[in-house]
Nanobody
Framework: QVQLVESGGGLVQAGGSLRLSCAAS????????MGWYRQAPGKQRELVAR???????NYADSVKGQFTISRENAENTVYLQMNSLKHEDTAVYYC???????????????WGQGTQVTVSS
């Protein structure tokens, strides 16, 4: 199996910063893209940022210039640096990756349990 464990969420005042981390572990042969999604109360889950194994990134328009995604391929870890946080950034943030296990012939998506980010206004 592949497990994703997120950390770094919490309560922060508007204008503050948080750094989320997500480590993938298990019988992983290869990880392609890794990303962060979020889901606010009453809303659908949305892509926040995504990064490929080669380092190409894409961001939701709402976080461009505010959030930065990065990864350590050797550690199977992805990060999300969130600056100038706003109340509307409050959500559960989920880590996801597209990974191939040693016992598999294809890639599939895996998800973490989510970490709560609350921005007080």
């Amino acid at each position: 199996q592949v497990q994703l464990v997120e950390s770094g969420g919490g309560l922060v005042q508007a204008g503050g910063s948080l750094r989320l981390s997500c480590a993938a572990s298990g019988t992983i042969f290869s990880i392609n893209a890794m990303g962060w999604y979020r889901q606010a109360p009453g809303k659908q889950r949305e892509l926040v940022a995504r990064i490929t194994s080669g380092g190409s990134t894409n961001y939701a328009d709402s976080v461009k210039g505010q959030f930065t995604i990065s990864r350590e391929n050797a550690e199977n870890t992805v990060y999300l640096q969130m600056n100038s946080l706003k109340h509307e950034d409050t959500a559960v943030y989920y880590c996801s990756c597209s990974a191939k296990r040693y016992s598999s012939s294809w890639y599939r998506d895996y998800w973490g349990q989510g970490t709560q980010v609350t921005v007080s206004s």
